[in-house]
């Protein structure tokens, strides 16, 4: 799978896509397919205050619960009410099924997370290909 | 993310495999550690598999399982019946040529060693099918709590490959590929006949997931296994068939009620705790177990198995706290799960009698907030009656 370019990767395998002081995040594709079916996603409320490299919310599948990290410092400005009745929407389509949006509070945090290139490569050696 | 879920195979030594391992990894199936077997848990969705989807295969068509992993254990003898009678609680004595029954196996505190479907094969020969992650300790009990009837017991684990074929659809897809009539085969009775070429195989239809079906015993090399395997998937084609994983046999039981061994049942819970009663004949003058319920059926009971829906947002699982209106801890969750086919997220509970009541509000503690659930009647699921 090609990651698109148009944002950054963590190796928790959430996704950040920034537009100025502001970010979208998600999971990855990757994520959704290591799950399996996603039955409940929890994220935190408009307000909240998120920090780089914490938990901020989970993703359940039918088995396992799973922590969400936080891939930059920030607020949540908005959060996708879909996912509370159609959390399915995250495995068909991980990159396009945000969960929040949020200000950033230091931009340059995203600064090191993986480009989509060093990602794919970061994904084919956790699944040994 | 980080997850937490059965720990990830990979890890060398002592993993047990089955006949179909191969083939289970060559479909892409997910694996897991089960009890010390290498077990698919779910198959790739795209070949159309995924928890959801088989355990909607299985409730609406047919689904196919490697369960390989159980044990068997062959009762045979002039004192094969009085040698089950004294360590299983149900009554044997009442099983037909060709009958099966589910039953437990106890400790003298009246507590499980194992639950056991036990299968009457002969005039004086028994089949015990168990638990995969008891399977040595099972073959153990019954051997040193038989020797004194003239019995031989025997360990026929590893020589079996077993396959379920469950679902609505089974006896169909089972009926493509053997001689026999297979509707003249009734709920929990057993047939052998010749499948797939092969002569005198069992089949019982037996299974683990609130539906109708078969389980199957075949020789556990991995060419037959896998030749059998292939063939059930190829003739359940038509049906809709697809392989079947350990995630969505854990969903399936779980919506029909049927317990898990270190869950609902274990060495330290009762038969009357487990509501298991209808397969205790206390009327069986003796066997072991029987003393020590009678004096806790006369103590009564403190607490007792329920089945709750989660009312608020929030899946229980397994070891999640159970609490009362005031968040007082009364119990635990022994299995919790998003059920599938009643999209719901139920669970099953030890809670204390008083709170047994259907339709009492309790809350189960996840993640720290206590989540607001029911106590609801069980089985959650009941398959529907087939007509004509």
Not at chain 1, 66 to 88: H, I, K, R, W, Y
Not at chain 2, 157 to 180: C, E, Y
Request: proline letters at 4%; a negative charge.
């Amino acid at each position: 799978m090609a990651y698109p370019t148009d944002r950054k990767y963590t190796k928790e395998h959430e996704w950040i896509q920034v537009n100025g002081s502001s970010a979208t995040v998600g999971i990855t594709d990757y994520a959704q397919q290591s799950l399996g079916d996603i039955v409940f996603v929890e994220v935190p409320k408009v307000g909240a205050e998120l920090t780089a490299g914490k938990t901020f919310g989970t993703v359940e599948s039918v088995k396992a619960v799973s922590d969400l990290f936080a891939p930059a410092s920030g607020t949540v400005t908005e959060v996708n009410a879909e996912l509370a009745t159609s959390p399915e929407k995250v495995n068909k389509d991980a990159h396009g099924s945000w969960m929040l949006k949020m200000t950033l509070k230091n931009p340059a945090d995203v600064d090191g997370l993986l480009s989509a290139s060093d990602y794919e490569k970061f994904v084919a050696e956790e699944s040994g290909h | 993310m980080s997850s937490v879920e059965a720990t990830p195979t990979g890890i060398p030594t002592k993993i047990r495999k089955t006949a179909l391992n191969a083939v289970h990894r060559q479909m892409g199936a997910k694996m897991v550690d089960f009890n010390g077997w290498d077990m698919p848990v779910e198959y790739p969705a795209a070949i159309g598999c995924g928890i959801i989807n088989e355990h909607m295969a299985v409730r609406t068509g047919v689904g196919v399982f490697d369960v390989s992993h159980m044990g068997d254990i062959r009762l045979a003898g002039p004192q094969a019946l009085a040698a089950v009678q004294h360590i299983s609680m149900n009554d044997a004595s009442r099983l037909a040529i060709g009958q099966a029954q589910y039953s437990a196996l106890l400790y003298p505190q009246g507590t499980f060693v194992d639950d056991v479907i036990v299968h009457r094969l002969g005039e004086e020969e028994y089949l015990l099918v168990i638990n995969a992650g008891t399977r040595e300790k099972d073959f153990g009990w019954v051997r040193d709590n038989t020797r004194q009837f003239d019995c031989a017991v025997e360990n026929l684990s590893d020589d079996f490959t077993q396959i379920a074929i469950q679902g609505p659809k089974g006896v169909d897809v089972l009926q493509k590929l053997t001689d026999g009539d297979l509707s003249a085969v009734k709920f929990y009775w057993v047939t052998r006949g010749k499948l797939c070429g092969l002569n005198n195989i069992l089949m019982g239809r037996t299974g683990y997931t609130a539906e109708d079906g078969f389980e199957i015993y075949i020789p556990s090399d991995e060419a037959t296994s896998a030749t059998i395997w292939n063939e059930i998937l190829a003739a359940g084609k038509e049906f809709g068939a697809v392989p079947c994983g350990l995630g969505a046999r854990n969903t399936l039981r779980l919506e029909g009620k049927l317990p898990l061994y270190g869950h609902e049942i274990s060495d330290t819970i009762n038969v009357w705790e487990a509501g298991l009663d209808r397969f205790c004949k206390m009327e069986k003058p003796e066997f072991v177990g029987r003393e020590a319920l009678e004096k806790a059926k006369a103590a009564g009971l403190t607490r007792t198995l329920v089945g709750l829906e989660m009312t608020e947002r929030g899946i229980a699982r397994d070891g999640f706290k159970v609490l009362d209106g005031s968040g007082r801890e009364i119990g635990y969750v022994t299995s919790g799960s998003p059920a599938p086919f009643l999209k719901k997220n139920i669970a099953l509970a030890y809670v204390p009698v008083e709170f047994g009541v259907v339709g009492t509000a309790v809350k189960v503690e996840v993640r720290g907030q206590g989540v607001g659930a029911v106590v609801v009647p069980t089985p959650f699921y009941k398959r529907p009656k087939k007509t004509a």
